[in-house]
């Protein structure tokens, strides 16, 4: 079955750093998403992206936040300037059409900032 | 390992019972509901989804109910098993919104 997949598992970044969390969607896929959460609490929507732009962000998603999708396969979320409050699981999800289907994650990237 | 969160609510079990696991949201225009499972260290698996023009919906072991007058949605997972332990997530979303909005968690623990 084709799944969604992140890398890497963990990153351990120092404060003020760039990082760049990786994710291959699910190839047929059209709609591409960046979730978090923190220590196991709830899943919080970062952004949308469909057709190459972003189609919706939260609050959460300011200046410091970037996706791209730089090669047609693969979907990154970049950092800026990392904070200690970045420190989260970063899901990445995908869907396939517009409308009523499900979104399918993958299993994460740990980032720790310290 | 297992992750420390929040209290999320804790629904125990004997394994062969029913589970019903039940979500609240808030949101009239919600139109699609989505039950999440997430294990330790993975991302949420998706379980079973019902449009808003359903009140019920049924898969293998699971069936979603959908009360929109209440706005209440539930997952019953039938003769639950030890794999089924996991904290399971509501999810809803709206036409006109790109954005799935998940609920609080609840976390199943399945006693032997």
């Known amino acids: 079955e084709p799944e969604v997949t992140q890398t890497p598992s963990h990153q351990v970044t120092q404060m003020g750093q760039e990082v760049i969390l990786r994710c291959v969607p699910i190839?047929?896929?059209?709609?591409f998403y960046w979730y978090r959460q923190i220590l196991g609490q709830k899943v919080e929507f970062l952004v949308s992206?469909?057709?190459?732009?972003?189609?919706?962000k939260s609050e959460i998603f300011d200046d410091q936040f970037s996706v791209e999708r730089p090669d047609g396969s693969n979907f990154t979320l970049k950092i800026r300037s990392t904070k200690l409050e970045d420190s989260a699981m970063y899901f990445c999800?995908?869907?396939?059409?517009?409308?009523?289907?499900?979104?399918?994650f993958g299993n994460g990237t740990r980032l720790t900032v310290t | 390992g297992e992750s420390v969160g929040l209290h999320l609510p804790t629904l125990s079990v004997q394994e062969g019972d029913n589970s019903i696991i039940n979500c609240a949201y808030s949101?009239?225009?919600?139109?699609?509901f989505i039950w999440y499972k997430q294990e330790s260290g993975k991302g949420p698996q998706f379980i079973i989804d019902?449009?808003?023009?359903?009140d019920k919906r049924q898969g293998q072991r699971v069936t979603v109910l959908l009360n929109k007058t209440v706005k209440h949605l539930s997952l019953q997972i039938a003769a639950t098993q030890p794999g089924d332990s996991a904290v399971y997530f509501c999810?809803?979303?709206?036409?006109?919104?790109?954005?799935?909005?998940f609920g609080t968690g609840t976390r199943l623990k399945v006693l032997a």
């Open positions: 999810a809803e979303s709206s036409s006109g919104t790109y954005k799935y909005i």
């Open positions: 999800a995908s869907k396939t059409w517009t409308g009523y289907s499900p979104l399918h």
């Open positions: 949101n009239s225009a919600s139109d699609y």
């Open positions: 019902i449009r808003s023009n359903m």
């Open positions: 992206f469909y057709n190459n732009e972003i189609s919706e």
């Open positions: 190839s047929n896929h059209l709609y």
